[in-house]
């Protein structure tokens, strides 16, 4: 199985900073990463596929990086709207899913 | 616009057999080349992938669920159904079925999740 990391956890920032998570897989998975945000109490929303491509109608403050095993995934400006937890996933074998990353307005 | 919503019980026994079944709206579960799963998440906790189908009816399952889990498809009615065996209380979760494209593999549609809980 390919594992994935998430780090930090959690993280606490303020409206409009730059947010940064990573993610890491256990082996090389070239770009085959995605990114989905989850607010409480609804189905994780698409926002990056392939590392790097802009799900339709995702606010261009989203971006994401990488290949191989190491990727990164940005919000230029954060918006209160982003309060969210945000997952990675890959899809080089069977899907699996990081452990999350919690994200909080300071 | 693709729709997916899932329906069965809420509470299940342990030991007994989760059965769910997800309804495809606005468009044919057929068309394209789609694979269609099912995704869970306990409370507080992250994702993890069960399996999914193809339009083909070929599977694909998760392998630490390999052994007690189903995943079948009704053209007919558009739906595509989950059953997990044996379960424990370990397999209380929030269940989703999603629908994502074999190029990218992304989840790009949802369903709203359903609740099941195993207890006696």
């Known amino acids: 199985d390919i594992q994935m990391t998430q780090s930090p956890s959690s993280l606490s920032a303020s409206v409009g900073d730059r947010v940064t998570i990573t993610c890491q897989a256990s082996q090389d998975i070239s770009n085959y990463l995605n990114w989905y945000q989850q607010k409480p109490g609804k189905a994780p929303k698409l926002l990056i596929y392939d590392a790097s491509n802009l799900e339709t109608g995702v606010p261009s403050r989203f971006s994401g990086s990488g290949s191989g095993t190491d990727f990164t995934f940005t919000i230029s400006s954060l918006q209160p709207e982003d309060i969210a937890t945000y997952y990675c996933?890959?899809?080089?074998?069977?899907?699996?899913f990081g452990p999350g990353t919690k994200v909080d307005i300071k | 616009q693709v729709q997916l919503q899932e329906s069965g019980p809420g509470l299940v026994k342990p030991s007994q057999t989760l059965s769910l079944t997800c309804t495809v709206s606005?468009?044919?579960?057929?068309?394209?080349?789609?694979?269609w799963s099912w995704i869970r998440q306990p409370a507080g906790k992250g994702l993890e992938w069960i399996g999914r189908i193809y339009t083909s009816g070929s599977t694909n399952y998760n392998p630490s669920l390999k052994s007690r889990v189903t995943i079948s498809v009704d053209t007919s009615k558009n739906q595509f159904s989950l059953k997990l065996s044996s379960v424990t209380a370990a397999d209380t979760a929030v269940y989703y079925c999603?629908?994502?494209?074999?190029?990218?593999?992304?989840?790009?549609?949802w369903g709203q999740g359903t609740l099941v809980t195993v207890s006696s």
């Open positions: 999603a629908r994502a494209s074999p190029a990218v593999a992304a989840f790009d549609y």
């Open positions: 996933q890959q899809y080089d074998n069977l899907p699996t």
């Open positions: 606005g468009g044919s579960i057929s068309s394209g080349s789609y694979y």
